[in-house]
């Protein structure tokens, strides 16, 4: 009786245990079946809508609460990057001369590396009056963009806080390679 009860205590602990610890929700997209980015969602956030067109995968992500920003997730197949597996063995000059074609970024370029060490540059829109953040790096020729804009009820400009949520959602991404068994 004695051994049935510290079974039942145990089993019992470890369910609170569970309980207690916030599950992660997670987001897998999978890419042309070539690979999968997947990351934890942001708290009190959800994917709202993918879309697959034929040669770009836009997925949206938002809140429930329509005061926090909103972000969309494009993954771009571009030829010129055919032969280049990550944006870590692009020069910076390189990495300059993906973002110099569009005059809606800034010309400064942050680089931050997420846990998984994949490099991504960080771009600010230089339209005061339509602000975004645009975080953009390459893995096995594609484009992968993280796209983060201001709430629908919000002020018009990203705080330094909602723009950290995006890099924390940025560090959890990993590639993770499809194995097609060639």
């Not at 470890?14 to 070539?34: H, M, P, R």
């Not at 629908?152 to 705080?159: I, M």
Request: net charge negative; charged share 25%.
């Amino acid at each position: 009786m004695a051994v049935l009860m510290c079974i039942l205590l145990t089993v019992s602990c470890s369910l609170s245990a569970a309980d207690s610890v916030q599950k992660e929700d997670y987001t897998v997209v999978t890419v042309n079946g070539i690979f999968s980015i997947r990351g934890i969602t942001p708290e009190g956030y959800h994917l709202a809508d993918t879309q697959n067109m034929d040669t770009t995968i836009w997925a949206s992500f938002t809140s429930d609460d329509p005061a926090k920003p909103y972000f969309d997730l494009i993954i771009s197949f571009l030829e010129e990057y055919a032969n280049v597996g990550r944006l870590n063995d692009l020069s910076e000059e390189e990495m300059k001369d993906m973002v110099d074609d569009d005059p809606d970024l800034s010309d400064k370029i942050e680089i931050m590396e997420t846990d998984y060490g994949t490099k991504v540059m960080i771009l600010r829109s230089n339209d005061p009056m339509d602000d975004y953040v645009c975080f953009v790096t390459v893995y096995k020729g594609y484009e992968v963009a993280l796209n983060l804009f201001p709430g629908s009820e919000n002020e018009d400009v990203l705080t330094d806080e909602q723009i950290k949520l995006a890099m924390r959602f940025l560090s959890d991404l990993d590639f993770e390679p499809i194995d097609t068994g060639y």
